[in-house]
């Protein structure tokens, strides 16, 4: 399937470029249902993108090589970012080499349960194969999950009921429209290691996501707030008392509802008004914290 032309352009002496944004997502419903053998753990997650995004430009030309650059300095910029990953792989499994310069936008908190880094990796593969077409869905999905749980749906929806590792997607209703406010402390980051293993030290009852499935049909933002939930968030809360407050301020401020997104430590609170939500950032940023005004990916 490889797109011969692009790879012949490029070694004629053309530059092809292309960018694509990189939606971060939030946790509707977040369970932890199961740790295999191996040590990893299936799940049962409601997940919803939003308009809070990073951006990729991308521009390949004749030579070999990834360069990373970002506008954020705290971004590695080699082997350990997974756009890079992203990248080395698709090309050698395509058997294509060429040089590749990257610049990342940087707008998505680090280390915040919001999936990054995996809807940068995502976006870096949405770009390579429609440059060059190399692999078919299924074998990109593959390709995806082997970078990490949430790039498969990073990559092919906007929302989804994801199982298993995380790759068993299937439809659910979208989040309606409505405004979100997304906050993290600069200070506060979670190991997502060290988030499972806690979570394998406790002894429960997994719940389902039918009653968030349920509500999400219904498009009432109240029923959906009341059906929110994420395993680790007790856990990871009480270990981080500003991500605490920020929750606490959501609600003050007036959200429907307010959970934490994957393994932490962003807050995010869902609002019936643009008024409330604006509120809100203004409270959470008095806290030091970084907030974010955004809405459902569509």
């Known amino acids: 399937m490889e797109n011969n032309t692009a790879v012949q352009r490029i070694a004629s002496g053309e530059i092809l470029r292309d960018s694509v944004l990189c939606p971060a997502k939030i946790n509707l419903f977040l369970e932890v249902t199961n740790r295999r053998e191996n040590g990893y753990h299936e799940i049962d997650s409601i997940m919803q993108k939003v308009a809070l995004c990073d951006r990729l430009d991308i521009v390949f ?33 395509a058997g294509i080499t060429v040089k590749t310069e990257i610049y990342l936008e940087k707008r998505i908190p ?8 995996s809807t940068d990796a995502a976006g870096a593969l949405k770009i390579l194969n429609r440059t060059f077409g190399a692999l078919t869905r299924e074998e990109l999905s593959a390709f995806a999950l082997t970078l990490g749980a949430d790039v498969p749906f990073c990559l092919f929806r906007s929302q989804a009921r994801c199982r298993g590792l995380g790759e068993e997607m299937s439809y659910c209703h979208a989040l309606p429209q409505c405004h979100l406010v997304i906050a993290k402390h600069r200070r506060e980051s979670v190991s997502t290691k060290d988030a499972y293993a806690a979570i394998d030290r406790l ?21 959906i707030s009341a059906m929110l939930f994420n395993r680790f968030e007790e856990n990871v809360l009480s270990e981080k008392p500003i991500a605490s407050a920020i929750k606490s301020a959501m609600l003050a401020s007036g959200a429907v509802g307010t959970m934490m997104s994957g393994s932490g430590p962003s807050v995010f609170g869902i609002f019936d008004s643009a008024q409330k939500a604006k509120e809100a950032k203004k409270v959470i940023r008095k806290l030091g914290a970084f907030a974010f005004v955004t809405h459902p990916w569509r």
């Open 61 to 93: 030309s004749s030579g070999e090589g990834i360069v990373i650059t970002s506008n954020d300095r705290t971004v590695p910029t080699g082997e350990k970012n997974l756009v890079y990953a992203a990248v080395s792989g698709y090309l050698q499994k």
């Open 203 to 223: 002894s429960y009852s997994p719940l389902v996501a039918d009653g968030m499935l349920d509500a999400l049909k219904t498009g009432e933002l109240s029923r």
């Open 110 to 117: 680090i280390s915040a349960g919001l999936a990054g880094g």
